[in-house]
């Protein structure tokens, strides 16, 4: 539990300050309210909903990676849940009727909250439909008797290769970049020996689903073999390629994984090298990504 919360930690911290803040406040220009005075259907109502908000704020730590979307989401039901505890403080503290300052608290935040929620959702939607677009194509490729990884929901070597060859006429007829992506987990052998091949399956899994959430849906991502994952990048520029590669390196280098046996986090980084098509057959475009990527992985040892 405590590993869910520490990506948010400074989040929480904020939130939990301003509602105590508010309670202050409200304890400091106000007057407690005798029980008699209490409306227990408003009391219910609007605490309930505050109480739900943080539900669903757990919910949202819970089952999502830290990242854009996330902070989306935990924002808006923050400013949603302040706007509900506000509104539940007037059950039980009378201010002064010459403040108005409490109808600001009460409902400024809700509709930045309901904004912000609304583009976490959008965006959150779009995750989806990237994910269902790849599981489009392995359904695609399973009626048509293609090969896929059985591990992971994306397409074999054997699979990039026949895409490969049918972008690169596509993309030379219409004169459009294409690039390709090698990603390499580092140091994904000593996962195997400290905790054994099945929790490095695991890793391999979770990485994979990362990667689709990253990634645009006319992108396609293969895993080439063992740790290593190409994603095939059409109407992309060299440039554009790099810019996509830094940003998965970010998202597997903030990814909490942890192990289902010992419950311990995995530190996860990464490799990548960008190499953009020309006029030359797949297997000297691989090649050409596969040495980029040993350069890559050369370099960084030098640096460790």
């Known amino acids: 539990m405590f590993t869910v919360l520490k990506p948010h930690r400074w989040k929480l911290g904020v939130l939990l300050l301003a509602a105590n803040l508010g309670l202050l406040v409200y304890l400091a220009f106000g007057d407690i309210k005798p029980v008699s005075e209490w409306v227990w259907l408003d009391i219910v109502g609007e605490g309930g909903s505050a109480l739900l908000a943080l539900v669903w704020l757990a919910l949202v730590m819970k089952s999502r990676p830290a990242g ?14 302040f706007s509900w505890w506000i509104d539940s403080l007037d059950e039980f503290i009378h ?7 409490d109808h600001w608290l009460e409902s400024g935040p809700m509709p930045v909250g309901m904004i912000l ?32 990884d059985k591990l992971t929901p994306l397409g074999s070597a054997d699979h990039l290769k026949r895409e490969l060859d049918a972008s690169l006429v596509e993309s030379q007829s219409q004169q459009q970049p294409l690039s390709l992506l090698a990603l390499d987990l580092d140091s994904f052998a000593s996962i195997n020996q400290a905790f054994g091949h099945a929790e490095g399956d695991a890793v ?20 080439l073999a063992g740790d290593r994952f190409v994603v ?39 490799s990548t090298a960008v190499v953009m098509a020309m006029n030359e057959s797949t297997e000297v475009l691989l090649k050409r990504l596969n040495m980029a990527l040993a350069r890559s992985k050369q370099t960084l040892s030098k640096i460790a």
């Open 204 to 223: 391999l899994q979770a990485i994979s689903h990362l990667l689709l959430l990253n990634l645009r849906r006319q992108d396609l991502l293969c895993r």
């Open 117 to 148: 929620l609304t583009i976490g959702i959008y965006h959150w939607h779009r995750e989806q439909l990237a994910i269902s677009s790849q599981m489009e194509k392995r359904e695609r490729l399973f009626r048509e008797h293609r090969l896929f």
């Open 95 to 101: 201010l002064p009727d010459t403040l108005t300052w």
């Open 232 to 270: 095939l990048l059409p109407n992309t520029g060299e440039n554009q390629a790099r810019l996509v590669a830094q940003e998965l390196q970010q998202a597997v280098h903030g990814l909490a994984h942890k192990t289902r046996q010992h419950g311990e986090r995995v530190q996860l980084s990464a």
């Open 68 to 81: 854009r979307v996330t902070n989306y989401l935990m924002l808006g039901l923050s400013c949603i849940f």
